[in-house]
């Protein structure tokens, strides 16, 4: 397809009485050119550093070393290789021409190669890394503020590191959107001091609300100050089963999702979104389905393990021993012939051979949530938003109140996902979306909803100048008043 041609999701925009928001497409690096920044902002050591780090040993290795070293399949061609598409989502203005193309008004775009970046472990290339590409993006974006924006990478291996580079890309840069590694990769002190050579397959996943080595309340403080929504975009490849040597798309599969889950459920047992009732947080490239299972089983849990239920309903101490006693005489049967013992010992031993005492301190999971009621769980997801792709059917479930507590809605916004492999035509990612109100499962409000209004809410309560000079500015005027 040519550019300026006529294409379904043009036909779609040309329908709707509002405009559509991307609010999670991709821009594809260029790598000469991430390397031209790296060694500007870190030197050229640092740079050959970061390219050595590139090099995937998967590709060195039989299947049987693979096995051996539980090595991950890497991820592969990943990106289109459709020239136009692909030079589309590299050149700002290129993807400016054929926005129209797209049926888009305005889009976030992010980053790449970037999430990688986030999660690398060396702190100098990893901080260098974000500062360089932060930079090269204000540098690219710039004259094209009022269609696209690109969030810049906020390291959060510590509170500091984040707060540097928050300070340095808002207040220096000018960036106003910001993704944040939220899922952090810490080795496990007593493995890696027993067998430093080992160190490496034993790790854990700091999450940063519930269980860190670290206090991330400064860098939520400073996303307020800042006016600025940390969006997810982390992944969970590599976590429990998804460590196939051979198999990507196994690995694959539900990884976004997996690792939303992990950082919502941090913020809410870690109490983030009490302390900070105002902050809005993103969870991208997930879908909304684990988001609204979550909602509901942090009630149903809260409901039967909150202090108070356990001490009602679950406190061994109130077990009637002499009436159990009775029971098993009289219907134990044989077993109780057999072992007429077996209830002289400790009953509720956590199924072990000796008894448990718990601490008094150690019961109450929901100690730092600042939950009073379940009404609190709606609450707090009603500042957690969704990024859900086109093609994603599963997205209506979000706007169905009768499948969650309270008749919530989840606040779920199209994200094309525009610039890799699962976008063969970036033209139709619209289109796709709009199937959900042809075939029915969506409305048309719905639908202005998922493609505007949400994210418009998202980015305008934090910041209502966000939009400002942008071209959905007029539109997003007027509904402001009823949407943050």
């Known amino acids: 397809m040519m550019p300026g041609q006529k294409t379904r999701s043009a036909t779609v925009r040309a329908r709707l009485d509002h405009p559509v928001i991307d609010g999670d497409g991709h821009?594809?690096?260029?790598?000469?050119?991430?390397?031209?920044?790296?060694?500007?902002?870190?030197?050229?050591?640092?740079?050959?550093r970061y390219i050595a780090g590139l090099h995937k040993p998967w590709y060195d290795m039989s299947r049987h070393q693979r096995r051996q070293e539980r090595v991950i399949r890497p991820?592969?061609?990943?990106?289109?290789?459709?020239?136009?598409?692909?030079?589309?989502?590299?050149?700002?203005?290129?993807?400016?021409?054929?926005?129209?193309?797209?049926?888009?008004?305005f889009a976030i775009l992010y980053t790449s190669f970037g999430l990688n970046m986030l999660q690398i472990q060396d702190d100098e290339i990893r901080r260098v890394?974000?500062?360089?590409?932060?930079?090269?993006?204000?540098?690219?974006?710039?004259?094209?503020?009022?269609?696209?924006?690109?969030?810049?990478?906020?390291?959060?291996?510590?509170?500091?590191?984040?707060?540097?580079?928050?300070?340095?890309?808002?207040?220096k840069l000018g960036m106003k959107a910001i993704t944040i590694g939220t899922c952090v990769r810490r080795p496990i002190a007593a493995a890696a001091s027993a067998s430093p050579e080992l160190a490496r397959y034993a790790a854990w996943w700091d999450v940063l609300g519930c269980g860190s080595d670290y206090n991330y309340d400064a860098v939520w403080q400073k996303c307020i100050d800042l006016r600025v929504v940390p969006t997810s975009h982390d992944r969970s490849i590599g976590w429990g089963a998804r460590t196939s040597p051979e198999n990507h798309c196994f690995n694959h599969i539900g990884h976004f999702a997996a690792a939303s889950e992990a950082f919502c459920k941090g913020l809410v047992f870690g109490g983030v979104p009490h302390r900070f009732p105002t902050l809005k947080f993103a969870f991208l490239e997930g879908g909304v389905a684990w988001a609204c299972s979550l909602y509901n089983d942090l009630i149903a849990h809260w409901e039967k393990r909150n202090l108070d239920a356990l001490h009602r309903n679950l406190d061994p101490s109130k077990l009637d021993r002499e009436a159990f006693a009775e029971l098993f005489l009289k219907y134990g049967g044989k077993l109780a012939q057999r072992r007429p013992d077996a209830i002289t010992g400790p009953l509720h031993s956590s199924y072990g051979l000796r008894p448990t005492t718990e601490s008094?301190?150690?019961?109450?999971?929901?100690?730092?949530?600042?939950?009073?009621?379940?009404?609190?769980?709606?609450?707090?997801?009603d500042n957690?938003?969704?990024?859900?792709?086109?093609?994603?059917?599963?997205?209506?479930?979000?706007?169905?109140?009768?499948?969650?507590?309270?008749?919530?809605?989840?606040?779920?916004?199209?994200?094309?996902?525009?610039?890799?492999?699962?976008?063969?035509d970036i033209t139709a990612t619209v289109a796709e979306a709009y199937e959900l109100v042809e075939d029915g499962l969506l409305t048309d409000e719905d639908f202005r909803n998922f493609t505007f209004t949400n994210v418009v809410r998202m980015y305008t309560a934090m910041n209502p100048d966000f939009f400002k000079g942008t071209t959905v500015e007029p539109a997003v005027r007027e509904i402001m008043t009823t949407v943050v």
Do not use: Q
Not at 135 to 152: G, K, L, N
């Open 129 to 171: 890394g974000c500062r360089a590409l932060n930079t090269m993006y204000a540098d690219m974006f710039d004259s094209h503020a009022d269609r696209m924006t690109v969030p810049a990478l906020i390291p959060m291996h510590t509170p500091e590191e984040a707060l540097d580079e928050l300070d340095h890309a808002v207040n």
């Open 27 to 48: 821009t594809v690096e260029l790598m000469p050119l991430i390397f031209d920044y790296l060694e500007e902002t870190g030197g050229k050591k640092v740079l050959e």
């Open 384 to 424: 957690f938003f969704f990024g859900c792709e086109g093609d994603d059917r599963v997205s209506a479930v979000a706007f169905n109140p009768k499948l969650n507590a309270f008749g919530a809605k989840m606040h779920a916004f199209f994200s094309s996902d525009i610039g890799h492999w699962d976008v063969p």
């Open 360 to 381: 008094p301190d150690d019961l109450d999971d929901w100690s730092a949530a600042g939950v009073e009621t379940a009404e609190d769980f709606a609450r707090f997801f």
């Open 75 to 105: 991820g592969f061609w990943s990106l289109s290789p459709n020239a136009l598409d692909r030079a589309t989502v590299t050149l700002p203005a290129l993807f400016r021409e054929r926005m129209d193309e797209m049926g888009l008004d």
